[in-house]
């Protein structure tokens, strides 16, 4: 049985930043619980978006990307091989390189991830209307493009 929740601390509910960081654990846990159901965690999913998106790239660069460590970055893609969802070669041009594509197989789980997790909208955030939202989350990429401007573009919310 699981422990009853305790109220947490005033000065805790009334930091932005602290309820930021608890609504991700919450929106993470849900999502990663959707991309599970197709063996992928939530790093090969945001892998195979990239590729789906912008085509055969280079794994370090795949890895720079999304902010993830290079070292981690290769046990994600060989599960995703090994699943035959990617295709990795050796880069013809530098043979050190790992030029990584999405294969059919690839793009056929990704939309059904895709879908899934576009079925499970507006999950943790059940609570607000779809107004409210999309309120959020014009400010949270409002915040994010100020800070890492060459990932996020205001524009797109």
Not at 1 to 29: D, G, I
Not at 64 to 91: C, N, P
Request: charged share 25%; net charge negative.
């Amino acid at each position: 049985m699981a422990a009853p929740e305790a109220l947490l601390p005033s000065a805790l509910r009334n930091r932005t930043s602290y309820v930021l960081v608890k609504l991700t654990a919450l929106a993470r846990q849900q999502s990663a619980g959707h991309v599970a159901a197709w063996g992928l965690n939530q790093h090969q999913h945001a892998i195979l978006c990239c590729l789906d998106e912008f085509g055969p790239a280079c794994q370090k660069d795949i890895a720079a990307r999304l902010g993830v460590d290079v070292g981690d970055t290769v046990s994600f893609v060989d599960g995703l091989q090994r699943a035959g969802l990617i295709l990795r070669e050796r880069d013809e041009r530098d043979r050190r390189r790992q030029i990584l594509t999405l294969t059919a197989a690839g793009r056929r789980v990704l939309g059904e991830v895709e879908d899934q997790l576009d079925a499970a909208e507006p999950g943790a955030l059940a609570a607000l209307t779809a107004a409210e939202r999309a309120a959020l989350h014009d400010y949270a990429v409002r915040v994010l493009a100020a800070a890492m401007p060459g990932a996020w573009s205001a524009d797109e919310a």
